[in-house]
């Protein structure tokens, strides 16, 4: 096995997803470059326990992806919500933190 | 010896008490008790100086008395005191300011009755009195400047006291702005000379002891400063211009400025470092030149006066001249003796002209005035003896200082400032008994109801005319068969005069005559019917605008100095330090706005810093481990 591959493969699905996260606007698409962070994070879990010949990686790769599958419906019900509130999917919409008032 | 204290003090304790009962109830009539507390004040204070002079008088010459109230800067070696300090030199001074003052006083009470600052006055003029005790008592020039600042602030206060006219409070500042010019020579010359003295004396007996230590240079420099705050306290060429201006004031302040206190200071001053001027005799002369056309240019301006009080003012002008003469010409026994007589005549001369305008109704035209020897005739002899004392007729008072200091003019070799101060005799005598021709002796035009006086303006009138007459006594010189007592007690260090008895009587007599011809004179063309003179010759006309001295300062100073202001105020503030502040606060808001633009609320760009952040702090550490 040559682990640099598999760290290769993490960083890539790493950098997709946070350029995913920065630069789309679909709420759906930025919650799907999360969880392509997530996925990452997972496969690296995993290649460094396979490294370690340990098995405490592996385990807590198990408990994650049931995390993930929890925080998926969290995710999905608050996506709804949202697009109750303002009817857009568009996450430039939703900036009631934006304290620029643009006056000079 | 506690008591120097009190002298000083109680007169400062009674003007605040004055001013808090005045400030309570400014509109009730209490005349009586102002007048009770501030004449009581400092008729306390001339009981104690007499006192103190008495034990003076009775011991040895290089007595001093001291009184330490408290330490006032205590840093290091430097230390200052408000100490004082009683000499001969002082006990002189105290002696005509505190008994003088308090006629003066006395006065006051009945001229200024009714009216309504009453109380206010009083305050003032005990503060008057107060610093210019605290200036002659002083054991420091530090202490003594402090009384040099306060007898200015108090004569701004009183000479624009009727402050309802606009160019009362202008005389006021004129005469405070001129001090300040003064002052500000006077300090910088005592920095020079605490500075140059490195620590090794801060007292006058200190400075005294290590006058050696300062090289010549420094010490003419020292010399010509500390002369440039006499020219403004005492109204020399060219700081003079603010003294006639004071004659706004009441009659009173006249009278306390110009013969007990502020105008005398400068000469005080000059004598009281003669140890200083001794070692440098250059600056003497020079001392001697400015006050010789002082005197002339005085007596000039005031020979062709119509005002009483400004003919007074220029006269004041004019005597404080001859004792410049006599200080710097090194004969400071003469100078301070002719600052003892002229503050009896000049203190005289104003109150009974104070009387006179009283009576009239507050008519200060002398040519307005006339024939009124038979109706105000306690107020005639008084005023004729301090005549006859200030023209330097024999035996009043004048002559006996005057002569000292022309004496001493002739004898230094300065011929030019000798015929400068016997010219000034003359016109003295001349333009004196004008005076006193024209408001007493010549008919009157009109027939006027004179406004009775008080007895408390007519008793120091009388008290003041024996001592004009007699106070010259103490100074009789041995050419003329006395010993000079007055020399002999003030014991300063006066420069020995080399000059036969002949000589002495021969300008004596050159004195009287002078003075005599120009008495013959003034009656000549005054005593009889006389009428207001045109001014019709060119020569005339700019007399009685006194040269066009204060046009000539407002063309020279005052002019460019506003041009100045204005230039800086519109261009150099206006223009450009506002655009630069501008400017930067312009550049504030601008990154502001740059910065807050960051935080515009879409998490997406919250990602996209956390990204920037975490790259940067990933790539730094890649190379600073040496991932690369």
Same mark, same amino acid.
């Given at each position: 096995?040559?682990?640099?591959?598999?760290?290769?493969?993490?960083?890539?699905?790493?950098?997709?997803?946070?350029?995913?996260?920065?630069?789309?606007?679909?709420?759906?698409?930025?919650?799907?470059? #999360?969880? /392509?962070?997530? %996925?990452?994070?997972? *496969?690296?879990?995993?290649? +460094?326990?396979?490294?370690? !010949?340990?098995?405490?990686?592996?385990?807590?790769?198990?408990?994650?992806?049931?995390?993930?599958?929890?925080?998926?419906?969290?995710?999905?019900?608050?996506? #709804?919500? /949202?697009?109750? %509130?303002?009817?857009? *999917?568009?996450?430039?919409? +939703?900036?009631?933190?934006? !304290?620029?008032?643009?006056?000079? | 010896?506690?008591?120097?204290?009190?002298?000083?003090?109680?007169?400062?304790?009674?003007?605040?008490?004055?001013?808090?009962?005045?400030?309570?109830?400014?509109?009730?009539?209490?005349?009586?008790?102002?007048?009770?507390?501030?004449?009581?004040?400092?008729?306390?204070?001339?009981?104690?100086?007499?006192?103190?002079?008495?034990?003076?008088?009775?011991?040895?010459?290089?007595?001093?008395?001291?009184?330490?109230?408290?330490?006032?800067?205590?840093?290091?070696?430097?230390?200052?005191?408000?100490?004082?300090?009683?000499?001969?030199?002082?006990?002189?001074?105290?002696?005509?300011?505190?008994?003088?003052?308090?006629?003066?006083?006395?006065?006051?009470?009945?001229?200024?009755?009714?009216?309504?600052?009453?109380?206010?006055?009083?305050?003032?003029?005990?503060?008057?009195?107060?610093?210019?005790?605290?200036?002659?008592?002083?054991?420091?020039?530090?202490?003594?400047?402090?009384?040099?600042?306060?007898?200015?602030?108090?004569?701004?206060?009183?000479?624009?006291?009727?402050?309802?006219?606009?160019?009362?409070?202008?005389?006021?500042?004129?005469?405070?702005?001129?001090?300040?010019?003064?002052?500000?020579?006077?300090?910088?010359?005592?920095?020079?000379?605490?500075?140059?003295?490195?620590?090794?004396?801060?007292?006058?007996?200190?400075?005294?002891?290590?006058?050696?230590?300062?090289?010549?240079?420094?010490?003419?420099?020292?010399?010509?400063?500390?002369?440039?705050?006499?020219?403004?306290?005492?109204?020399?060429?060219?700081?003079?211009?603010?003294?006639?201006?004071?004659?706004?004031?009441?009659?009173?302040?006249?009278?306390?400025?110009?013969?007990?206190?502020?105008?005398?200071?400068?000469?005080?001053?000059?004598?009281?470092?003669?140890?200083?001027?001794?070692?440098?005799?250059?600056?003497?002369?020079?001392?001697?030149?400015?006050?010789?056309?002082?005197?002339?240019?005085?007596?000039?301006?005031?020979?062709?006066?119509?005002?009483?009080?400004?003919?007074?003012?220029?006269?004041?002008?004019?005597?404080?001249?001859?004792?410049?003469?006599?200080?710097?010409?090194?004969?400071?026994?003469?100078?301070?003796?002719?600052?003892?007589?002229?503050?009896?005549?000049?203190?005289?001369?104003?109150?009974?002209?104070?009387?006179?305008?009283?009576?009239?109704?507050?008519?200060?035209?002398?040519?307005?005035?006339?024939?009124?020897?038979?109706?105000?005739?306690?107020?005639?002899?008084?005023?004729?003896?301090?005549?006859?004392?200030?023209?330097?007729?024999?035996?009043?008072?004048?002559?006996?200082?005057?002569?000292?200091?022309?004496?001493?003019?002739?004898?230094?070799?300065?011929?030019?400032?000798?015929?400068?101060?016997?010219?000034?005799?003359?016109?003295?005598?001349?333009?004196?008994?004008?005076?006193?021709?024209?408001?007493?002796?010549?008919?009157?035009?009109?027939?006027?109801?004179?406004?009775?006086?008080?007895?408390?303006?007519?008793?120091?009138?009388?008290?003041?005319?024996?001592?004009?007459?007699?106070?010259?006594?103490?100074?009789?010189?041995?050419?003329?068969?006395?010993?000079?007592?007055?020399?002999?007690?003030?014991?300063?260090?006066?420069?020995?005069?080399?000059?036969?008895?002949?000589?002495?009587?021969?300008?004596?007599?050159?004195?009287?005559?002078?003075?005599?011809?120009?008495?013959?004179?003034?009656?000549?063309?005054?005593?009889?019917?006389?009428?207001?003179?045109?001014?019709?010759?060119?020569?005339?006309?700019?007399?009685?605008?006194?040269?066009?001295?204060?046009?000539?300062?407002?063309?020279?100073?005052?002019?460019?100095?506003?041009?100045?202001?204005?230039?800086?105020?519109?261009?150099?503030?206006?223009?450009?330090?506002?655009?630069?502040?501008?400017?930067?606060?312009?550049?504030?808001?601008?990154?502001?706005?740059?910065?807050?633009?960051?935080?515009?609320?879409?998490?997406?760009?919250?990602?996209?810093?956390?990204?920037?952040?975490?790259?940067?702090?990933?790539?730094?550490?890649?190379?600073?481990?040496?991932?690369?």
């Amino acid at each position: 096995m040559i682990p640099e591959q598999f760290f290769i493969v993490a960083t890539l699905l790493f950098s997709i997803g946070l350029v995913g996260v920065v630069s789309r606007r679909n709420i759906f698409v930025v919650y799907l470059s #999360i969880e /392509l962070m997530l %996925s990452s994070v997972n *496969l690296l879990l995993v290649t +460094f326990s396979r490294i370690d !010949q340990s098995m405490n990686g592996s385990v807590m790769a198990l408990l994650l992806i049931a995390v993930i599958a929890a925080e998926a419906s969290l995710f999905l019900a608050m996506i #709804i919500q /949202l697009y109750r %509130s303002k009817r857009s *999917l568009d996450s430039d919409h +939703f900036n009631l933190l934006n !304290q620029n008032k643009g006056d000079l | 010896m506690i008591l120097l204290s009190f002298i000083v003090l109680i007169p400062f304790i009674s003007a605040l008490v004055l001013g808090v009962i005045y400030l309570y109830d400014p509109t009730k009539p209490r005349e009586k008790l102002y007048a009770t507390i501030g004449v009581t004040a400092p008729a306390i204070s001339a009981t104690i100086a007499l006192v103190i002079e008495a034990k003076l008088l009775s011991m040895d010459a290089s007595t001093v008395f001291y009184y330490k109230l408290f330490d006032w800067i205590e840093i290091g070696d430097f230390h200052i005191n408000i100490a004082f300090m009683a000499d001969r030199l002082s006990a002189v001074m105290l002696f005509f300011i505190t008994v003088i003052g308090t006629l003066i006083h006395l006065y006051a009470s009945g001229y200024m009755k009714g009216d309504s600052g009453y109380g206010k006055f009083f305050s003032y003029f005990n503060l008057f009195m107060g610093s210019m005790l605290l200036l002659v008592l002083a054991d420091n020039p530090i202490v003594m400047f402090i009384g040099w600042e306060l007898v200015g602030l108090s004569s701004y206060l009183l000479i624009s006291f009727y402050h309802q006219k606009h160019a009362n409070v202008t005389a006021g500042n004129k005469a405070f702005i001129l001090n300040r010019i003064g002052d500000f020579g006077f300090i910088i010359g005592l920095v020079v000379l605490f500075i140059s003295l490195e620590g090794y004396g801060y007292t006058f007996a200190e400075i005294e002891a290590n006058i050696t230590l300062i090289d010549p240079t420094t010490l003419t420099l020292i010399a010509v400063l500390l002369f440039v705050g006499a020219m403004g306290k005492s109204a020399q060429i060219p700081l003079f211009v603010w003294l006639p201006d004071a004659m706004a004031g009441p009659t009173p302040v006249s009278a306390l400025i110009h013969a007990a206190t502020m105008v005398t200071a400068g000469v005080y001053m000059v004598a009281r470092f003669s140890f200083l001027y001794n070692n440098t005799p250059d600056i003497g002369e020079f001392i001697a030149l400015i006050g010789a056309s002082t005197a002339l240019l005085g007596a000039i301006i005031a020979s062709f006066q119509n005002d009483i009080k400004k003919i007074l003012a220029y006269s004041t002008m004019s005597q404080l001249g001859y004792m410049f003469i006599a200080v710097g010409l090194g004969a400071y026994s003469s100078g301070i003796f002719h600052v003892f007589t002229h503050a009896f005549f000049k203190a005289l001369l104003f109150m009974g002209a104070g009387a006179i305008i009283i009576a009239l109704h507050h008519e200060q035209n002398i040519f307005k005035m006339g024939g009124l020897k038979e109706k105000l005739k306690w107020v005639y002899i008084p005023m004729l003896i301090a005549t006859l004392a200030i023209s330097g007729i024999p035996p009043f008072a004048g002559f006996f200082s005057k002569d000292a200091i022309l004496i001493t003019a002739f004898s230094s070799g300065h011929h030019s400032i000798w015929v400068m101060g016997t010219i000034t005799a003359f016109l003295t005598a001349y333009y004196m008994f004008r005076l006193l021709f024209v408001v007493f002796l010549a008919p009157s035009k009109k027939a006027q109801k004179l406004e009775p006086l008080p007895n408390s303006m007519i008793v120091p009138l009388l008290i003041l005319a024996v001592g004009s007459a007699t106070a010259g006594l103490l100074g009789v010189p041995e050419a003329l068969g006395g010993s000079n007592l007055f020399a002999s007690f003030v014991a300063l260090p006066d420069k020995p005069l080399h000059i036969p008895h002949s000589t002495e009587y021969l300008l004596s007599a050159l004195n009287i005559t002078l003075a005599l011809l120009g008495v013959a004179l003034a009656y000549k063309l005054f005593a009889r019917a006389v009428h207001e003179p045109l001014n019709n010759s060119a020569w005339r006309f700019v007399v009685v605008n006194k040269f066009y001295i204060d046009e000539l300062y407002t063309l020279l100073i005052v002019k460019p100095l506003l041009i100045l202001s204005r230039l800086l105020l519109y261009l150099i503030d206006g223009k450009i330090i506002d655009n630069i502040i501008n400017l930067i606060i312009y550049s504030y808001r601008r990154v502001g706005v740059s910065v807050a633009s960051l935080q515009n609320g879409k998490v997406r760009y919250y990602a996209f810093y956390i990204l920037i952040g975490v790259s940067f702090i990933s790539t730094s550490m890649l190379i600073l481990l040496g991932g690369f």
